[in-house]
T-cell receptor, first 115, second 114 residues
Framework: DAGITQSPRYKITETGRQVTLMCHQT?????MFWYRQDLGHGLRLIYY???????DKGEVPDGYVVSRSKTENFPLTLESATRSQTSVYFC??????????????FGPGTRLTVL | AQSVTQPDIHITVSEGASLELRCNYS??????LFWYVQSPGQGLQLLLK??????LVQGIKGFEAEFKRSQSSFNLRKPSVHWSDAAEYFC????????????FGSGTRLSIRP
């Protein structure tokens, strides 16, 4: 199916474990983003990528690692999960770097619980 | 740095009543402004956006928003809400100098009273 997908949709893990959240988009959009959504904070940008092999930090990058070897995929890894990383994670993509043309399209989200 | 404030955490309105959701932003120049809607269990969908020109912006699903520079506001309105409008609404601001980053407000949850 066309669009932006995330997997898994739900994940429960334990403190200290490594977790990878997957994001895949079929539009060949240049830009991809990872946000976390927490009550009272709205969405906060974790990392973003302007193209394959180009990534940059957002507002809350600590504890996360990203890679982008292919344009369509943008995985987010929690190298050693902590309880504070319990959240809903959204991936998004956009076609252009110019905000005037930049509608960000969001995936359905991954609900991560760290015990 | 830009920031966004949505002062209302939760609003309940009756079906058929009018709606206004408040959004105030902080930014040194004219920002890009957005409203997104998030239905339960779903990702965010863009309702409307303002970049320049006419300060009254029309969006999808019958929503509109008005940019008021003097008040640093970008309030979302709808003349008559439907039960299907129950959702979380996010205002967001983007800086013209930072093309890839958007700052989101904390959201307003809208409930509809039958």
């Amino acid at each position: 199916d066309a669009g932006i997908t995330q997997s898994p949709r739900y994940k429960i893990t334990e403190t200290g474990r490594q977790v990878t959240l997957m994001c895949h988009q079929t539009w060949s959009h240049s830009y991809m983003f990872w946000y976390r959504q927490d009550l009272g904070h709205g969405l906060r940008l974790i990392y973003y990528s302007a193209a394959a092999d180009i990534t940059d930090k957002g507002e809350v990058p600590d504890g996360y690692v990203v890679s982008r070897s292919k344009t369509e995929n943008f995985p987010l890894t929690l190298e050693s999960a902590t309880r504070s990383q319990t959240s809903v994670y959204f991936c998004a993509s956009s076609e252009s770097k110019a905000l005037i043309h930049n509608e960000q399209f969001f995936g359905p989200g991954t609900r991560l619980t760290v015990l | 740095a830009q920031s966004v404030t949505q002062p209302d955490i939760h609003i309940t309105v009756s079906e058929g009543a009018s709606l206004e959701l408040r959004c105030n932003y902080s930014y040194g120049a004219t920002p890009y402004l957005f409203w997104y809607v998030q239905s339960p269990g779903q990702g965010l969908q863009l309702l409307l956006k303002y970049f320049s020109g006419d300060t009254l912006v029309q969006g999808i699903k019958g929503f509109e928003a008005e940019f008021k520079r003097s008040q640093s506001s970008f309030n979302l309105r709808k003349p008559s809400v439907h039960w299907s409008d129950a959702a979380e609404y996010f205002c967001a601001v983007g800086a013209r100098s930072s093309a890839s980053k958007i700052i989101f407000g904390s959201g307003t949850r809208l409930s509809i009273r039958p």
